[in-house]
């Protein structure tokens, strides 16, 4: 990726209308992140354009546009190309507005607070996301109403499967985003993905022979989600550092990478050195402790015994879960026993998908809260706490962590 220099460096552009361009604007956009986002931001849109096209930007309050001209990348299998400009040296917590050449939509985003000492964070938070678009875009427009900071989708976005003839459900996936997760006031909400089963051809790459864990491999394996999305890129798993307060660990649940290995001793060391991070939080698609698959599920078992045991040894206190169409929340988990030191797992993957049958509570001793629905999660970090409350399809608050707490609902 194109990095650019502090923007108060930049030479200022003069705004133009280029009256040759073929288009009103990009099919798709997407805005993400690779570094700090604090001081950055990422941004994606799509053309059938092959050269080089330009983002005007600008601090907000501000009168004078810069350019900058876009990286041009490949699209999987389509004649579209991905157009991205990574702004770098920004200000936190401050407002930047951009435009796209040839379109006369003015978009804005906002940078991310240096520190949480006057600042909450919101981060809508689900997976599983598109059966149906019309699910998807239901979903998207009850976070919407919730005015996030950012969303992270945990893995099966568009459940394209890596293959070719499913171009079509990633067209919708992005277009469903910019239709929708986009603020009444033109604010973009920026996404943060993690790889899921219906990322990659046979959903696992035990399903290949001759596997190898190296970039080709792993584009060949699920090309959309390593051509697509900036973050996490390569090799699938990362590390994402908000100022010093939060790490955001995004993993590979046996996809394109193995559980085993080099993705475990690279967490074991990235949650080692953030031991004084007072937020660190892993999204993965595998529940280690599932709502509606077997407990005892091989891949269950692996990420149970391979990652939560790192987890609770270097401070982690929720993580978040994907893959089973269902909303849950555990009791708090230490050593596989419940445990008012351990840590909270939440999901199941339910944000556009058909809900499936959930376990009894009963039945599944660490289950706290389970409910066949289509939901998300809105995480709110403050400075020493996190609280949360999940809402369903229809904007109904079905949970809440912790429980008397509920200062999170939308405002009316």
Not at 114 to 133: F, R, V
Not at 336 to 349: N, T
Request: hydrophobic content about 35%; some cysteine.
């Amino acid at each position: 990726m194109k990095y650019l220099i502090p923007v108060a460096l930049l030479f200022v552009g003069i705004f133009f209308w280029n009256a040759g361009f073929s288009q009103s604007g990009p099919q798709a956009f997407y805005l993400t992140w690779s570094s700090d986002p604090t001081a950055s931001m990422d941004v994606d849109w799509h053309l059938d354009e092959d050269t080089p096209t330009t983002l005007f930007f600008r601090r907000k309050g501000t009168e004078k546009w810069h350019s900058f001209d876009s990286d041009v990348l490949p699209y999987p299998f389509s004649t579209r190309y991905v157009h991205r400009v990574g702004l770098q040296g920004l200000r936190a917590n401050t407002e930047y507005e951009f435009r796209f050449e040839a379109s006369e939509s003015i978009y804005y985003f906002r940078t991310l607070p240096k520190n949480l000492n006057n600042k909450s964070l919101k981060i809508a938070i689900g997976g599983d996301s598109m059966h149906q678009k019309e699910w998807f875009e239901k979903t998207n427009r009850v976070v919407t109403s919730y005015n996030p900071d950012f969303v992270i989708i945990g893995g099966d976005m568009a459940y394209e499967n890596g293959l070719a003839e499913n171009i079509q459900r990633i067209y919708d996936w992005f277009d469903a985003y910019t239709n929708t997760l986009v603020t009444e006031d033109n604010r973009i909400i920026p996404c943060i993905v993690a790889v899921g089963n219906h990322e990659v051809v046979g959903g696992y790459y035990t399903q290949h022979e001759g596997y190898e864990q190296t970039k080709e491999f792993r584009r060949r394996i699920a090309p959309y989600f390593y051509g697509l999305f900036a973050f996490p890129g390569q090799p699938g798993y990362n590390v994402l550092d908000f100022g010093k307060y939060l790490s955001l660990i995004i993993l590979d649940t046996d996809h394109s990478n193995p559980i085993e290995g080099i993705q475990t001793e690279w967490l074991r060391k990235t949650l080692e050195s953030r031991k004084n991070v007072t937020h660190k939080i892993p999204i993965y698609h595998v529940t280690a402790y599932p709502s509606v698959r077997d407990y005892n599920g091989i891949t269950q078992t692996l990420v149970r015994e391979t990652w939560t045991p790192i987890f609770e040894e270097n401070g982690v206190r929720i993580a978040f879960e994907n893959h089973d169409h269902a909303y849950k929340r555990t009791y708090p988990i230490k050593s596989q026993q419940i445990d008012e030191s351990g840590i909270v797992y939440v999901g199941d993957g339910s944000w556009g998908v058909q809900p499936r049958e959930v376990h009894s509570l009963d039945s599944a001793w660490y289950l706290n809260k389970v409910q066949s629905v289509r939901a998300f999660t809105l995480l709110t970090l403050e400075k020493g706490k996190f609280s949360l409350i999940s809402v369903d399809e229809d904007g109904n608050v079905i949970d809440s962590f912790p429980e008397s707490d509920l200062s999170m609902r939308k405002e009316d």
